[in-house]
């Protein structure tokens, strides 16, 4: 990718070359010609001037000055210079090829001079076979043309000056090609070692370190958002896996306990199938007692999973509605306990929670307030609202607990009791659903005695 950059900027810089310097080169060919033909007319008409004197006269020592003078002149300048009379007859040339007294009148410069034009152009000239500027102006005395002055200048000397200033432009643009180069290679260096970093922390990523991070810092803001999109990624994919991890784990830890139980009490009762058939319907009945254990636990497991899966949408729900319908439920089997359940509710409480949250936190509190509620006490649910958050309790009158257990009450797998018949992972799963609808769980020892368990829902 870095020398694909460097192409296409070094592709561009050659185009912007290309675009500038080709007309740039045409136009210095045009003023460089313009320039010569200039001069040359300048220096035309000073010649005409000297010689209108002798070409009038007719003399030859008046045409050996001017012959002299246009030597000179040729010699400094590297023109050729040729002066014709009326008729277009040579009396003055500065080229010893020339022979004064040679007819020039069919030349179309001269032509066009005689008849009182100034005339300029280019063209190849059979006589010297190369290209030519030519400038012809008319020497004249009033109204009278007395001859021609023509002046010839080799084409080529225009093709080297404006070859030298185009070899001075091509060492410019070589230079700049030479730079852009560099730069080019040093912002794509710039770019491709920022992605190769990424790629780098990509490798080691799927390659199971999942703590490692692209760097932030530095580099394009495309490069940084990139990055920050992938420390996103890593995030979530590390979390995810970590909470796969758990799960393997706590379900592998608390299975292998019911599950060694219960082959136990199956093998005890394939033992006493025939000999105590009385004695194996009890492990029978064990058994049965073991397997709802594992499905309540099996359950909770995959609750509380789904739960931390991902983000999950919250509803406006009526709380009020629940607590009255839980209640209802769990009437009866509070009842055979010898313990009454109460509600002090409003008549409606709404607030924002994932689905089936407040009625499963109602549950998990009643089911155990029932395990330490004593017989004849009660056990009440109680709504309360305020602006920003309905709080949702269910209070018992049993022994409470210790300070360093209402800590860790919400953890997973943890039990008061050594005994109880619970999975310990009830408060976890209420834990994990009010915290996914943007609340709070809390345990508080009431006094005398007594827990107050509570879940704080937003308000809708």
């Given at each position: 990718m870095r020398w694909r950059l460097v192409a296409a900027l070094?592709?561009?810089?050659?185009?912007?070359?290309?675009?500038?310097?080709?007309?740039?080169?045409?136009?210095?060919?045009?003023?460089?010609?313009?320039?010569?033909?200039?001069?040359?007319?300048?220096?035309?008409?000073?010649i005409a001037g000297r010689s209108e004197e002798a070409l009038e006269a007719g003399t030859a020592g008046k045409s050996t000055y001017v012959q002299d003078a246009i030597k000179s002149y040729s010699a400094k300048s590297g023109a050729r210079v040729v002066i014709t009379d009326n008729k277009g007859i040579a009396i003055a040339t500065s080229d010893s090829t020339d022979t004064v007294g040679t007819s020039f009148a069919s030349r179309k410069e001269i032509a066009d001079a005689l008849a009182g034009?100034?005339?300029?152009?280019?063209?190849?000239?059979?006589?010297?076979?190369?290209?030519?500027?030519?400038?012809?102006?008319?020497?004249?005395?009033?109204?009278?043309?007395?001859?021609?002055?023509?002046?010839?200048?080799?084409?080529?000397?225009?093709?080297?000056?404006?070859?030298?200033?185009?070899?001075?432009?091509?060492?410019?643009?070589?230079?700049?090609?030479?730079?852009?180069?560099?730069?080019?290679?040093?912002?794509?260096?710039?770019?491709t070692s920022r992605l190769t970093k990424l790629r780098q922390v990509?490798?080691?990523?799927?390659?199971?370190?999942?703590?490692?991070?692209?760097?932030?810092?530095?580099?394009?803001?495309e490069i940084q958002s990139l990055a920050r999109s992938f420390n996103k990624m890593a995030d979530q994919l590390e979390k995810l896996i970590a909470q796969q991890?758990?799960?393997?784990?706590?379900?592998?830890?608390?299975?292998?306990?019911?599950?060694?139980?219960?082959?136990?009490?199956?093998?005890?009762?394939?033992?006493?199938?025939?000999?105590?058939?009385?004695?194996?319907a009890d492990r029978l009945d064990a058994a049965m007692i073991e397997t709802d254990r594992l499905q309540r636990l099996v359950e909770g497991l995959l609750v509380l999973s789904r739960s931390e899966a991902k983000a999950i949408d919250t509803t406006k729900q009526d709380a009020s509605a629940f607590a009255r319908e839980r209640a209802e439920n769990w009437d009866a089997l509070a009842a055979?306990?010898?313990?009454?359940?109460?509600?002090?509710?409003?008549?409606?409480?709404?607030?924002?929670?994932?689905?089936?949250?407040?009625?499963?936190?109602?549950d998990n509190y009643i089911d155990n307030a029932l395990e330490v509620a004593p017989e004849g006490s009660t056990i009440t649910i109680s709504i309360s609202v305020d602006p920003d958050f309905t709080k949702i309790s269910v209070l018992d009158e049993g022994p409470g607990l210790p300070p360093a257990d209402l800590a860790r009450a919400f953890n997973r797998f943890w039990r008061a009791r050594s005994d109880a018949h619970g999975s310990g992972i009830g408060l976890a799963i209420v834990d994990r659903l009010v915290d996914a609808s943007g609340g709070r769980a809390e345990l508080v020892n009431r006094s005398p005695s007594g827990l107050e368990a509570s879940a704080y829902f937003p308000t809708a």
């Open positions: 070094l592709g561009l810089t050659l185009v912007v070359l290309l675009v500038h310097d080709i007309p740039l080169t045409n136009y210095l060919r045009t003023v460089e010609n313009d320039r010569i033909v200039t001069a040359l007319e300048r220096d035309s008409f000073v034009k100034v005339t300029t152009g280019r063209r190849f000239s059979s006589t010297l076979n190369h290209q030519i500027l030519y400038v012809a102006v008319p020497v004249l005395n009033g109204s009278r043309t007395l001859g021609v002055v023509r002046i010839t200048f080799p084409a080529s000397a225009v093709d080297d000056a404006v070859t030298a200033r185009i070899r001075g432009i091509s060492t410019v643009a070589g230079i700049t090609l030479l730079v852009a180069a560099l730069v080019a290679l040093i912002i794509a260096t710039g770019v990509t490798e080691e990523f799927s390659n199971g370190d999942f703590s490692v991070r692209a760097e932030l810092s530095g580099g394009a803001p991890r758990a799960f393997a784990a706590d379900a592998s830890h608390q299975l292998r306990t019911p599950l060694t139980a219960l082959t136990l009490r199956l093998e005890r009762v394939s033992e006493l199938l025939a000999l105590d058939p009385v004695a194996a055979e306990q010898g313990v009454a359940i109460a509600l002090t509710i409003p008549k409606v409480a709404y607030v924002q929670a994932i689905s089936g949250a407040v009625e499963q936190v109602i």
